[in-house]
């Protein structure tokens, strides 16, 4: 997050599990500051954080783990068009 400035990134892309805070959490913030900027956030628990209800909706793309760099690249467009 203290990277992060509105207007400096195409886009972000984060996953959900790191050591300071989830990514959900960083979505919502980098979204409070910037709502326009795109966002891709990777997890191997989509399914888990939807059953109970800890995914955001504000990640404009969930990728599940593990993805192909062609997966990658397909998601990297939806989110850019």
Avoid: C, W
């Avoid at 972000?12 to 599990?17: E, F, K, L, P, Q």
């Avoid at 795109?38 to 939807?50: C, E, H, N």
């Amino acid at each position: 997050m203290a990277l992060f400035e509105p207007g400096k990134f195409n886009l972000v892309i984060t996953d959900y599990s790191m050591q300071d805070m989830k990514g959900n959490q960083l979505v919502a913030l980098i979204k409070q500051r910037s709502p326009d900027q795109r966002i891709i956030m990777a997890t191997a628990f989509a399914d888990d954080l939807k059953d109970f209800g800890q995914l955001t909706a504000e990640a404009d793309l969930v990728l599940n783990k593990p993805f192909s760099l062609t997966d990658l690249r397909e998601a990297i467009a939806r989110v850019s068009a």
